[in-house]
Nanobody, 121 residues
């Protein structure tokens, strides 16, 4: 099966930076989109950033100018560079990929287990 594993989370001071990484393993025929979401307790999951197979990028208004999404298709990895972090960025961050496991099968979303990001002084 397809598995996604995030890394790079941790504790950082306001104004600091973190770089999240996510690697996919298992059988993957093609990847159509890679995304990062975040979720705080009691709140719905929020789309933070997305990148398509063409390289087109989209960001939530709250992170524009501070976060950058990138990917390495050969390594089946996606990254999220987070700069100028604020306390309100504190959340569990989840990696997501829309992909086909094999030809002829409709694409679906796959999720990582999440990594904690805490921004505090």
């Amino acid at each position: 099966q397809v598995q996604l594993v995030e890394s790079g989370g941790g504790l950082v001071q306001p104004g600091g930076s973190l770089r999240l990484s996510c690697v996919a393993s298992g059988t993957i025929f093609s990847i159509y989109a890679m995304r990062w979401y975040r979720q705080a307790p009691g709140e719905q999951r929020e789309l933070v950033a997305a990148i398509s197979s063409s390289g087109s990028q989209n960001y939530a208004d709250s992170v524009k100018g501070r976060f950058t999404i990138s990917r390495d298709t050969a390594k089946k990895m996606v990254y999220l560079q987070m700069n100028s972090l604020k306390p309100e960025d504190t959340d569990v961050y989840y990696c997501n990929m829309n992909a086909r496991r094999e030809i002829g099968v409709v694409p679906r979303d796959y999720w990582g287990q999440g990594t904690q990001v805490t921004v505090s002084s």
